[in-house]
T-cell receptor, first 113, second 113 residues
């Protein structure tokens, strides 16, 4: 089974802090994604990466950055957390071969106070 | 650009009743369509996917969806609801270009005794 692991289920941070959300997948997938999920808005893509050190902006990249130094790990960084970044963050990965199935982690619920 | 619209942010059914969750898509090319389910405090799990092989797609937990090109729809159904089906359901379309998915805003399913 594919496993996508997010390092924290719950995080509480203060405004202005630098926040790191970590995601690791164990299936040697090329593509990885970060979404945020808000009630009534569904999932919105923040950033994705199709290879090590490669990244592309998604639909809502403002206030976020990412890092992919190793194939299995994709980090989301909030440079200076703000209250409007309080949300559920979901990581996903997808392999090649035309299967097109994204596998998701359990999510990190971030509260910025 | 491909997109999906989910009609009804909340649906309530009685246990044993038919479940119908609606999804309409917009796509200029033959779409790849997905239904995902999210149980409380968990990530998303794939229910089923349509990739043009067959218009009626069967998924896990007794769910199925029918692709109707003339109606641009991909509604999710289950003949008899169970309490364990209570969750949030997301329709998504494969956007291509990096294996991206675009999600609908979600439908919360409530199952009552």
């Amino acid at each position: 089974d594919v496993k996508v692991t997010q390092s924290s289920r719950y995080l509480v941070k203060r405004t202005g802090e630098k926040v790191f959300l970590e995601c690791v997948q164990d299936m040697d997938h090329e593509n990885m994604f970060w979404y945020r999920q808000d009630p009534g808005l569904g999932l919105r893509l923040i950033y994705f990466s199709y290879d090590v050190k490669m990244k592309e902006k998604g639909d809502i990249p403002e206030g976020y950055s990412v890092s992919r130094e190793k194939k299995e790990r994709f980090s989301l960084i909030l440079e200076s957390a703000s209250t409007n970044q309080t949300s559920m963050y979901l990581c996903a990965s997808i392999g090649g071969g035309g299967k097109n199935i994204q596998y998701f982690g359990a999510g990190t619920r971030l509260s910025v106070l | 650009a491909q997109s999906v619209t989910q009609l009804g942010s909340h649906v309530s059914v009685s246990e044993g009743a038919l479940v119908l969750l609606r999804c309409n898509y917009s796509s200029s090319v033959p779409p790849y369509l997905f239904w995902y389910v999210q149980y409380p405090n968990q990530g998303l799990q794939l229910l089923l996917k349509y990739t043009s092989a067959a218009t009626l797609v069967k998924g896990i937990n007794g769910f199925e969806a029918e692709f109707k090109k003339s109606e641009t729809s991909f509604h999710l159904t289950k003949p008899s609801a169970h309490m364990s089906d209570a969750a949030e359901y997301f329709c998504a379309v494969f956007t291509g270009g990096g294996n991206k998915l675009t999600f609908g805003t979600g439908t919360q399913l409530k199952v009552e005794l």
